[in-house]
């Protein structure tokens, strides 16, 4: 035989069996990718809803604000958070300090800085707005930063501030979203794979009659007062003239801002009913696992994933037996092997 030909097949078995190692690897990658992605998610997401107009609510657009801060804080980007304010208090006539906002009366933080980006303003904010943001059902001409572009990987933090009542929560003094509409807008959120899990947080009065037909899986409710009950405001500012913060969120925000805890349960318990004047009441029927497991960062930090490139490293990984998923999530990607389809 001659040596070209020798060599030709040596070259041949040679690319078989590269070709049959790859395809095994990709195989097993995906495998495992496929298992624990039945209990991770890759990405988070927030819609911030402000659902009330004028002056005297101030508070309520400093709520939705706060929220958005310490998101921004933890990682989270722009792209990630549809924020929804039914007013513009920073240009009000009223206020004495023009372009700012503040939710306390040390005013070390002003909350309408150069950074935000509000998605929905003023009249924009409506219940038919809120439901196709979530539903992702717009007209063809909405813009890419007014959609929520979530997944079957996505966790959704919701969070709405405003005036409400027993299963219902006013929008601009004109219209009400109720109990039932967000059952059913979620529900179909699940059934069109919108969502991974949702924590869904409302201050408002009577907050957690908002979740009594919740019934969609995967999905964990607090309201910042049962039923019956008002949702109050934390102090006044003198020189605004008004309240700038509620008490539920006020309390939240001191959760993060002091590290008293890093799982749900530990942010949930955080809500003093002597302090709150109310009742936070919480929902985690639906979840189908204890919130003392769950971090706050699954909704309140950022799912960055990092990339590696070395094919030998994911060799090792998928042989190890201390490997996490995450690991194999880093070598698979730094095998470009996500290209592949």
């Known amino acids: 035989m001659k040596p070209c030909i020798v060599l030709l097949l040596l070259l041949l078995l ?6 049959m190692t790859t395809t095994t690897m990709e195989e097993q990658v995906k495998q495992f990718l496929h298992k624990s992605n039945q209990n991770k998610h890759s990405n988070n997401w927030a819609v911030l809803v402000d659902t009330s107009r004028f002056w005297f609510n101030y508070r ?5 604000l706060s929220f958005y801060h310490i998101l921004k804080q933890n990682g989270i980007p722009d792209s990630n958070i549809i924020l929804m304010l039914a007013d513009d208090v920073a240009c009000n006539p009223r206020n004495s300090f023009p372009a700012q ?8 933080l002003n909350l309408y800085g150069e950074d935000i980006e509000v998605d929905y303003r003023g009249y924009e904010v409506t219940v038919e707005n809120f439901l196709r943001v979530l539903l992702d059902r717009h007209e ?3 813009p890419w930063n007014k959609r929520l572009k979530t997944d079957e990987n996505s966790n959704i933090l919701i969070v709405m501030s405003g005036h ?6 006013k929008f601009q003094d004109s219209e ?6 967000i059952a059913d807008a979620i529900h179909q959120m699940f059934t069109k794979k919108r969502y991974h899990e949702i924590l869904f947080m409302v201050d408002t009065c009577q907050a957690a009659t908002l979740f009594n037909h919740l019934y969609s899986p995967r999905v964990i409710s607090i309201g910042s007062s049962d039923y019956k009950e008002n949702s109050y405001s934390h102090h006044s500012d003198p020189d605004i003239g008004i309240a700038v913060i509620d008490r539920f969120t006020y309390y939240a925000l001191e959760f993060f801002e002091r590290k008293r805890g890093s799982n749900l349960q530990e942010l949930f318990s955080y809500f003093d009913p002597e302090l709150v004047h109310s009742h936070a009441i919480y929902r985690s029927d639906l979840i189908g696992k204890p919130l003392r497991s769950i971090p706050v960062s699954d909704f309140f930090s950022s799912q960055i994933p990092i990339s590696f490139s070395s ?12 490997t996490t998923p995450t690991t194999i999530q880093r ?4 095998t470009n092997f996500y290209s592949r389809t």
């Open 101 to 108: 906002v503040f939710n306390n009366q040390n005013k070390q």
């Open 164 to 169: 409400g009542g027993n299963e219902f929560l």
């Open 140 to 142: 063809k001409n909405v």
């Open 176 to 181: 009400e979203l109720n109990s039932v509409d």
């Open 14 to 19: 040679v690319s078989s069996t590269l070709s």
């Open 311 to 322: 094919h030998s490293t994911l060799k090792q990984a998928i042989n190890s037996t201390t």
């Open 331 to 334: 070598e698979w990607k730094r």
């Open 60 to 64: 309520h657009i400093a709520n939705t």
